[in-house]
């Protein structure tokens, strides 16, 4: 069975930092891309940052380039989103999603709210 779990949202102040996680089962984690997506309330959904099978190529949303990393951990079928200097505009579900060919799995999402 495949599964994206993602971890470690929460709420956090504005400038704070979050790391998440999403553990990966079911597929050959190292052949997918992996990408982190988010969707605010009334906001279409945003690709925030991808990072390809391999690792060492990324690419970044403008609205989060310099304060988000994405890296992944093929051996722990792990990909992670370090977040620094949060803003209130980042508040949104954040979900995990794998890509190969045709294949496209998600995780279940998890709350970011970022509130003073």
């Known amino acids: 069975q495949v599964q994206l779990v993602e971890s470690g949202g929460g709420l956090v102040q504005p400038g704070g930092s979050l790391r998440l996680s999403c553990v990966a089962s079911g597929f050959t984690f190292s052949k997918y891309a992996m990408r982190w997506y988010r969707q605010a309330p009334g906001k279409e959904r945003e690709l925030v940052a991808v990072i390809i099978s391999a690792g060492g190529s990324t690419n970044y949303a403008d609205s989060v380039k310099g304060r988000f990393t994405i890296s992944r951990d093929n051996a722990k079928n792990t990909v992670n989103l370090q977040m620094n200097s949060l803003k209130p505009e980042d508040t949104a579900v954040y979900y995990c999603?794998?890509?190969?060919?045709?294949?496209?799995?998600w995780g279940q999402g998890t709350q970011v709210t970022v509130s003073s």
């Open positions: 999603n794998a890509a190969w060919a045709y294949y496209n799995y």
